[in-house]
């Protein structure tokens, strides 16, 4: 491929990444995570921001760095909608074109096109690079610890003490952005040592990242989520953990947006709203099916070019390994295990998935029909992450929790006798849109009534108001969902309910 055409295809690629990072991203409200990620970067300091996340007993207190970047980046581009998520969307492009390079040192120019390729129509990536959620800053500085690591497979000495310097900066800053960087860099060790063999370059390279991330180790060993791994909260679903590894699997190759939605699974009828769903499972259990089975052939078969297969059994096992790590960790945690809790593993997939059909095949050889096939099953995975992006665009199905909706109907049908109420959500979502109104019913009150006088302390929390809205987000997820319209009627008549993504109000009249 002449120079100028090649360069011409990668700026498309990076066009690509840009059009799907960018386009609608304010299209939808900002959802219920979100709003964390203004309540934690709402400070008008670091120190205040930095203090405020290290006394939240949440997950965000092992993933600070976002929120910190997030302050900054809103003190200069303001509090749009666009402002705040264009972070994760100028990040996620950032993480392309490092996949980019990565692979275009360790293999060459047409796997960086393929695996560059595959991150930019990356459904999941693209999820993640229009939410104001920490994840794509994670991806992007997991991009960068394995293209500053590749040097290793390099036998040019002359760029390795940089190379292992910025490696170890890199790592270091990952962990200061989550614990789950260090599980990534604890598979890339792994992974070093079990490929290479070569105890002194394993000293050479993991010194300084064990050194520059000491203290944000001992930060988590020091925590009380050490000795007890679930004092800390996060959403625990009680899921069997199978069903976690399938749909991690599935969200970071096709993203969550390609199968049935996730509102329509709640229910006691998943199972068949999954049958309804065959003939996209099909067609990604076959693809997927081709693409491993042709990954496998070509990890088995001898190359002649020794440097690719070593990097291709070093991407592998990094795979499995951060894989395997991700499982115990979701094992001893009990979270609630989903695809953005593994977001590491969407770059040896995209780096790994070109091998199978690009470096160990050649035109006369019989099997050369197994790359083609191989090539087309790729070509199919594209497809795939380009209709689920389209259906996230445009289907209201897999739309977010839709505050703004919400807080637009409050403040049209909420006179000055009326009062609402949040059970169950965001408070600083209603006020991001325009809601300061709202009272927050705190839910250690609502847990030690437990549904019991439920009527009686909104009737005393409201001044007893006529009528009352309640706000209710993600229902299903709440602990008195199944009682509290029966206690709410001992005082109160219910006139109305709204419903939009992941949000409802209620609407009560007091009994006279």
């Known amino acids: 491929m002449k120079q100028s055409k090649y360069y011409f295809v990668v700026f498309i690629i990076i ?4 059009f799907l990072r960018f386009c609608l991203l304010q299209n939808q409200s900002l959802w219920f995570d979100e709003g964390w990620s ?13 203090f405020n996340i290290i006394n939240r007993e949440a997950g965000d207190k092992y993933q600070p760095l976002y929120y910190l970047v997030l302050f900054y980046w809103r003190s200069v581009f303001g509090d749009s909608e666009f402002a705040i998520r264009s972070l994760s969307a100028l990040l996620g492009v950032a993480s392309v074109i490092t996949i980019f390079f990565t692979s275009l040192r360790v293999y060459g120019k047409k796997h960086a096109l393929w ?25 992007f500085i997991a991009s960068l610890q394995i293209y500053f690591f590749s040097y290793s497979f390099s036998g040019d000495k002359s760029n390795k003490i940089i190379s292992q310097l910025l490696f170890g900066i890199f790592t270091a800053i990952g962990s200061f952005g989550s614990i789950l960087i260090i599980i990534f860099s604890s598979a890339i ?8 063999r070569n105890l002194k370059e394993l000293i050479k390279w993991w010194i300084p990242p064990v050194v520059f991330s000491s203290p944000m180790i001992l930060f988590y060993l020091s925590s009380p989520a050490a000795s007890d791994p679930t004092a800390t909260t996060v959403t625990r679903s009680g899921l069997p953990i199978v069903q976690n590894i399938m749909f991690v699997i599935y969200g970071i190759l096709v993203g969550t947006s390609y ?17 309804g769903y065959w003939p996209h499972l099909l067609i990604f259990i076959i693809v997927i099916t081709v693409i491993f089975l042709a990954l496998v052939t070509s990890l088995l078969k001898s190359r002649k070019r020794k440097r690719y297969q070593q990097a291709d059994y ?13 499982f115990m960790f979701a094992l001893v945690t009990k979270i609630n295990w989903l695809p953005r809790h593994s977001f590491y593993l969407c770059i040896p997939v995209t780096i790994l998935i070109p091998s199978a059909f690009l470096h160990n095949y050649q035109r006369n050889n019989k099997l050369y029909i197994v790359p083609q096939v191989t090539k087309l099953a790729t070509i199919s995975l594209l497809i795939m992450n380009v209709y689920s992006n389209f259906q996230y665009y445009s289907n209201p199905a897999y739309a977010k929790d839709d505050y703004r909706s919400a807080v637009r109907y409050l403040l049209q049908h909420r006179n000055e006798s009326a009062k609402s109420i949040l059970f169950y959500g965001q408070p600083r979502l209603l006020q991001y849109y325009g809601d300061s109104s709202t009272i927050y019913a705190p839910q250690d009150i609502l847990r030690t009534v437990k549904g019991k006088n439920l009527a009686e302390k909104v009737s005393t929390m409201t001044k007893n108001a006529e009528p009352v809205f309640v706000i209710l987000n993600r229902e299903f997820d709440w602990e008195l969902k199944d009682v509290f319209k029966r206690e709410m009627s001992d005082l109160y008549n219910l006139e109305d309910e709204a419903d939009w993504p992941y949000m409802k109000i209620y609407r009560f009249t007091r009994k006279k």
């Open 259 to 275: 199968g049935p939605p996730l509102e329509e699974l709640r229910d006691d009828e998943k199972i068949k709203v999954v049958l």
């Open 38 to 50: 203004l309540a934690l970067s709402d400070g008008t300091s670091v120190q205040e921001n930095l």
């Open 314 to 326: 070093f991407f592998t096992l990094l795979l499995v390994t951060s894989f395997l790590l991700a």
């Open 189 to 196: 060790c792994l992974s070093h040592a079990i490929v290479y």
């Open 15 to 18: 066009i690509i990444s840009i």
């Open 115 to 139: 695996s560059s390729m595959l991150l930019a129509v990356s459904s999941f990536s693209v999820f993640y690079s229009q939410d104001a959620r920490p994840y794509a800053l994670l991806i």
